[in-house]
């Protein structure tokens, strides 16, 4: 444990700010919301509904999109925040480069094999997406949920202790997203 509330709390602050300069200029698919949102509301998702409070997992929540949505890559995280938290934020991000069906094929592999902090933020990823996804025209939704499906399987498969209630809760968000419950 840190010997100072400044050291407790440095990594987070300084990957959230990071994040926010990473996605300055983007907006979320409604057009309106600045893109970083989602980032921070992933990383309060993560600790005030999930109740994560390790902060290299939060460091990798608040990362979790600059290396697929930005310029930065994995050599600019490693220098800053460290191997691990970069490591997590690379296994949190899709390869581009590939076309989509075996992108999404990589990535679901990727986050299946993963450890559990990574799996906790993808989770916080979905849970923020799905509460998101009233602002998608019904075709973007259903593409999205379908996709959404095939994580929360991918995850689902062998979900460690540290991400089962977390997991729990957005199999149960979905279903209310998938039957228009709320």
């Not at 926010?20 to 057009?31: E, M, N, S, V």
């Not at 919301?33 to 997992?57: E, K, N």
């Not at 998101?132 to 379908?146: F, I, N, R, Y």
């Not at 996709?147 to 279903?175: C, F, I, N």
């Amino acid at each position: 444990m840190p010997d100072s509330v400044e050291a407790a709390s440095r990594g987070q602050h300084e990957a959230v700010s990071f994040a926010a300069r990473a996605h300055r200029h983007q907006l979320r698919k409604d057009g309106e919301t600045p893109y970083v949102a989602h980032v921070f509301r992933v990383c309060l998702v993560l600790r005030h509904v999930f109740g994560i409070d390790d902060q290299q997992t939060l460091m990798a929540a608040a990362l979790h999109d600059t290396i697929e949505d930005t310029t930065t890559d994995f050599d600019d995280l490693e220098e800053r925040f460290g191997r691990e938290v970069a490591a997590w934020a690379a296994t949190l991000s899709k390869d581009t480069r590939l076309p989509e069906d075996e992108r999404e094929r990589d990535y679901i592999a990727k986050v299946d094999r993963a450890p559990w902090q990574v799996k906790v933020c993808k989770l916080a990823d979905l849970f923020d997406n799905l509460m998101d996804s009233h602002s998608l025209k019904p075709e973007q939704k259903a593409k999205s949920l379908k996709r959404y499906r095939q994580y929360l399987d991918a995850l689902g498969k062998d979900v460690p202790a540290e991400a089962r209630a977390a997991y729990e809760m957005v199999e149960r968000l979905y279903t209310e997203m998938l039957t228009g419950d709320i």
